[in-house]
């Protein structure tokens, strides 16, 4: 009677928060459900790899552990899921927590899928000392079903910082990345890329695998606390997970507000966590989101995001970075770290009447806001989005950031797709470790790039299809795969088309060109706007004096006009390079159709009036 009793007191405390909280619609009639035997839902821990990753050029490999991870466990997706026709379950994994030195279940969640993707998970590997984690990523829809070129280590990024100052205060800086082209890897700056509501760029980066690193091309994605469900990770005892016919089923979810106010990114990783790492003895393992830096200049494109959201509020970044520091320093109480503590503390908080007051007078943030981190799904109808508006004084609608995510219950043959998409989604895993570990057992010096394709056999359920928003265009044109192009097909149009025109311009343009050369020096500095190719060796002097000026005069404003329309150009980088070979070759073909026709056949034009006049 006293357990069921403790069980009801716990219940209330929790669906009490939920409401309170103001993030999460409750039922309040209704009791939470009971954690799973032998499941501890955890209030802290790793964020799910496919949920959010901190933005770096390149992953580093992962820590090799000695423990051999346990086997996957069965997980079953719960019935309420957010609504929309993107939204996909992502099975969970094990990650090893070095802080109590075991494993830990990253739970499954609901996913509204970045368009044009799909998700590539990981696995645990075996290695020499032990086992390391290969991490998955986004890949784009074709990639995932073809080869995929696993490239040597990139060179050491080159990045310093922006070499010029923002177009404007809504630009966010997006830092150089290695680049392979052909047979070497070349570096393509950094470039400034506009603000853009709902929508955060992604940038391009390497992932790590033991057969080389894969290039994940940047793409559009949803802000950070809008990108769907994320459950929390859970402690299961090995007595139970190891009994037969065991599913886990995952039941609480994280509070988007309160992920903002408690991220951190694990010293020299990409992976997020969550929750009461406020120990001033982690801080240097555990960095705060806000002081992670890419390539040690740039920020992390989430939580820029949500700066340049809030642009307008200053007191928005200065209220985030004054709680952690009140958290660090003891003046406001740490998270509780598991749901259990988290009953236990939001339980004293409602007998001390201090649900609604704020924790300090400067930090505009409740007591019981600052404490609650989990919520049961189950109770759950709709989720509240604001990044902690309360920290800019802001309120409702008004806020920047101001999303209602409702969560409704899925139908049958909804679910039954969701578990042949899970099942599809192990074959992939199993079937990339298998590729991935024959690859890396090449007798080579990988040096240079290897095909790997994920072989799928085909009992494997078929691939989903979604139906998403249409992201907006993307912000830098590729290198690897537009330039190489402009390469190839270059030399044959000046073969085709510039062999007979040389030769009637050589003796009849040569005064002409002359009077006209200042123009086109000023077309050719204008011509640096793009962003710069790869190092081609400079052009010979004496081309580019005999070829015809005035085209390059008409050309000029033409690219000048080009970027303008991409409203997020590139900017150059700080030496000036050479101009594009591309451009020198593709402009006499055309420049040479524009210029005027030589005198000749204007005589001719003359004498036809008067062959007609008989």
Known sequence: ????????????????????????????????????????????????????????????????????????????????????????????????????????????????????????????????????????YWAEEKQAEEEADYLPP?????????????????????????????????????????????????????????????????????????????????????????????????????????????????????????????DPRLKKRYVPWFDHRVDRHGHDVNYVYY?????????????????????????????????????????????????????????????????????????????????????ADVKGDKAPVARTIRVEKAKEAAVKEERRHVERMKVVAQQRKVAETKAAKRDDKRDTPVKVKIEMPKSAPPPRTFKSQTPPPPPVKRVTEDRTRDKDKAPPKDKATTKDKDKTTKDKGPAKDKDKAPPKDKGSQKDKTPPPPPPPPPPPPPKDKDKSPPKDKDKGPAKDKGPAKDKTPPPPPPPPPPPPPRDKDKAPPKDKDKTPPPPPRDKEKDKGPKKDKP
């Open 1 to 136: 009677m006293m357990m069921r009793l403790s069980r009801l007191t716990a219940a209330a405390a929790v669906l009490a928060a939920a409401a309170l909280f103001g993030l999460f619609a409750a039922d309040d009639d209704e009791e939470a459900p009971p954690q799973q035997e032998g499941v501890q839902a955890q209030a802290r821990g790793p964020i799910h790899e496919a949920f959010a990753e901190a933005s770096d050029s390149m992953a580093s490999p992962g820590a090799v552990v000695t423990k051999e991870p346990p086997d996957p466990i069965e997980e079953q997706p719960p019935e309420e899921k957010p609504e929309g026709d993107n939204v996909v379950w992502i099975p969970g994994y094990w990650a090893f927590d070095e802080e109590a030195e075991e494993f830990l279940w990253v739970s499954g969640f609901w996913r509204a899928v970045p368009p044009g993707r799909t998700w590539v998970p990981g696995s645990w590997q075996k290695v020499q000392g032990g086992y390391q984690w290969v991490a998955g």
């Open 154 to 278: 990139p060179p050491q990024s080159l990045e310093r910082g922006p070499s010029t100052e923002a177009p404007a205060e809504d630009y966010v800086y997006v830092p150089g990345i290695w680049v392979y082209q052909v047979r070497r890897f070349v570096w393509r700056p950094g470039f400034w890329v506009r603000h853009r509501p709902s929508w955060v760029w992604v940038p391009d980066c390497y992932k790590w695998t033991p057969a080389g690193y894969v290039f994940v091309h940047g793409y559009w994605d949803a802000p950070l606390a809008e990108r769907g469900l994320l459950f929390a990770p859970a402690r299961i005892s090995p007595k139970v997970y190891a009994r037969r016919g065991f599913v886990y089923r995952p039941a609480y979810v994280v509070q988007p507000d309160f992920i903002v106010g408690s991220l951190f990114v694990r010293s020299g990783t990409r992976r997020y966590y969550f929750g009461d790492y406020f």
């Open 307 to 391: 700066r340049h959201a809030y642009a307008k509020h200053a007191s928005w970044e200065k209220g985030v970075k004054a709680l952690y520091a009140a958290r660090y320093g003891g003046d406001v109480q740490r998270p509780p770290t598991t749901l259990v503590a988290q009953t236990k503390v939001v339980t004293k908080i409602h007998s001390d009447r201090k649900a609604d007051v704020a924790v300090s007078k400067t930090i505009n943030v409740t007591h019981l806001q600052n404490v609650t981190v989990l919520a049961p799904v189950s109770k759950t109808k709709t989720v509240k989005v604001t990044a902690l508006s309360r920290l």
